[in-house]
């Protein structure tokens, strides 16, 4: 039975574990801004059937039912005006800050206190999930990110050579870049299992590169897993309704779920 609500206002979506008791793992999601690109989307391409888990599926700000007026076009054009103070900083940073609200009231909601905690992210919300595992105070045991948004740099360069774009830094957004530089604050992620997931056909100095930095940089604590043939996305347009898996999702859903069982 899938459950659908919002805790503190975050839209999310739970599947219970097959075996449901109060101390259950809990497994929490965010998203991509592409496909899939709401907690709904993401489910279906990443169930992680055969977790007995609690999965929860949370929407980024600024997505699905909290689109600015305008809608996705809006998004876009704010992008289009200044990427990182009109998109990356209000979606990564107000997902990380209105989880803290929302963690109280989904363990009410779902009645549990969980003997372990994993995350994970798509994106700019594996950026979220990162900043969770950093700075939350929450024991993460486990994460998996997938085509992940590690250095905020790397990433907004590569949309600008997409795009033909320099973005120009600011010492403002300087800032920003070095709080989302995952790299530099690997010791940071203490514990956590951390495995990465990318495309071989992503943007190599955007996402691949960085993502073996990581990976690199937490040594044993680090895993990188690279899926033929898969871009960035990791389902099909328009990713906003449940869809069927793509086999890159399939893939991806089959290492993410081994790591998480392995350590949840």
């Known amino acids: 039975m899938t459950l659908t609500g919002t805790a503190a206002g975050v839209p999310y979506l739970a599947v219970p ?11 929490l999601a965010w998203h991509l801004l592409d496909s899939p690109r709401t907690p709904a989307a993401l489910a279906a391409a990443l169930p992680l059937d055969g977790l007995d888990a609690w999965r929860v599926y949370l929407g980024l700000p600024m997505t699905g039912d909290r689109l600015p007026e305008g809608g996705w076009p809006e998004v876009i054009r704010l992008a289009s005006e200044d990427a990182v103070r009109n998109m990356h900083r209000p979606v990564v940073y107000g997902g990380a800050e209105e989880f803290a609200a929302a963690w109280p009231e989904l363990k009410q909601a779902l009645q ?53 774009i320099a973005y ?23 514990p ?32 990188l897993a690279t899926i033929p043939d898969m871009g960035h996305a990791l389902a099909d347009e328009p990713g906003t309704d449940p869809a069927p898996q793509t086999p ?13 069982r392995e350590r949840l």
């Open 17 to 27: 574990p097959a075996t449901p008791n109060p101390d259950a793992p809990v497994v």
């Open 112 to 164: 549990v206190e969980p003997r372990s905690l994993g995350v994970v992210g798509g994106s700019m919300g594996a950026a979220v999930a990162q900043l969770v595992a950093l700075e939350s105070g929450l024991d993460i045991e486990a994460a998996v990110l997938v085509s992940p948004v590690v250095q905020l740099r790397a990433a907004v360069a590569a949309v600008g050579r997409r795009y033909g």
């Open 168 to 190: 120009p830094w600011t010492a403002e957004t300087d800032a920003v870049a070095e709080r989302l530089d995952f790299v530099a604050r690997a010791a940071e992620f203490g």
């Open 192 to 223: 956590t299992q951390v495995l990465l997931v990318v495309g071989e056909e992503d943007d190599r100095e955007g996402f691949l590169d960085p993502s073996a930095a990581l990976a690199e940089a937490l040594g044993g604590r680090g895993r």
């Open 248 to 260: 890159h999702a399939a893939a991806v859903d089959r290492l993410a779920t081994g790591w998480l």
